[in-house]
């Protein structure tokens, strides 16, 4: 008869996929900004962000990539049937919108005299101000 061994985990090194599954991808797109859709299905569409996945670099938008989720009634007078709702969008596939032209633009980031970080439009070069 064979006697089972089992593997120390004590002394393992950690693994390298949490390390990578907790990283958060460096987004300039926060909640409140207004954006539009350059790639895929909405394409031209503008939305408001209602929520940012650091760790997916996905962001929400309201009206935009709608999906039909099939919800069943957690209670007695709760109604089960099929919801529409906003699915998460890839970040590339978004463009924040200048609020002075209303067209989308790449930004960067720019350190003011008093040392507080703010978005800048490539293009016209004007402070894009934070939406919260």
């Known amino acids: 008869m064979r006697i089972l061994t089992y593997r120390k985990t004590a ?12 990283e958060r991808t460096a987004m300039t797109i926060t909640r409140g ?10 394409k031209g569409k503008e939305g408001k962000v209602l929520r940012v996945h650091l760790k997916k670099g ?18 007695a007078e709760e109604q089960s049937g099929i919801v ?9 596939n978004v463009m924040l919108l200048d609020p002075k032209s209303g067209k989308p633009v ?11 970080k703010e978005r800048v439009s490539v293009k016209s070069g004007e402070p894009i ?3 919260r």
């Open 11 to 22: 002394g393992r090194k950690p693994a390298i996929r949490h390390a990578r599954n907790a």
């Open 33 to 42: 900004d207004t954006v539009r859709v350059v790639r895929g299905d909405d």
């Open 58 to 75: 996905r962001v929400t938008i309201e009206g935009i990539n709608i999906v039909k989720k099939h919800r069943r009634a957690r209670t």
């Open 84 to 92: 529409e709702m906003p699915a998460p969008i890839a970040v590339s």
């Open 106 to 116: 790449r930004t960067r980031t720019r350190i003011d005299a008093d040392g507080t």
């Open 129 to 131: 101000p934070a939406a």
